[in-house]
């Protein structure tokens, strides 16, 4: 179950799912099987599903986490390629924050 701002407990329900499945096949990331009410996943949907999850773990949440610094850190003392895209792409979002008001 899930609060709402009105103190109110909902659950999901058939609808909810409804709506969500609607969503998903919308956006082709999963497709009915035949004349069933069961559904698989597009192999293109399963990869925009991955991908999201990555963004999400792996930059969005560091991100929000390193908007406000305690303390400077510093870099790795053997840096791997990954981390100097990691660092432009922290450099970016950060850009993209400021430009949204979201980092002062």
């Known amino acids: ?5 009105n103190g109110r407990h909902s659950q999901y329900g058939p609808r909810h799912a409804a709506y969500d499945l ?12 035949g004349h069933t009410r069961r559904y698989e996943p597009l192999a293109s949907g399963l990869r925009a599903m991955a991908a999201l999850v990555v963004l999400r773990n ?8 390193t908007a406000q610094p305690l303390h400077p850190t510093r870099g790795a003392p053997n840096p791997h390629p990954i ?3 990691y660092h432009a792409l922290k450099l970016a979002m ?10 002062a």
Request: charged residues 25%; aromatic residues 2%; hydrophobic residues 45%.
């Open 94 to 103: 950060q850009g993209v924050f400021h430009e949204l008001g979201i980092v």
């Open 1 to 5: 179950m899930c609060a709402h701002g």
């Open 83 to 85: 981390d100097a895209h």
């Open 58 to 65: 792996k930059a969005i949440k560091p991100l929000l986490a």
């Open 22 to 33: 609607k969503k998903l096949r919308g956006k082709h990331i999963v497709c009915r099987i």
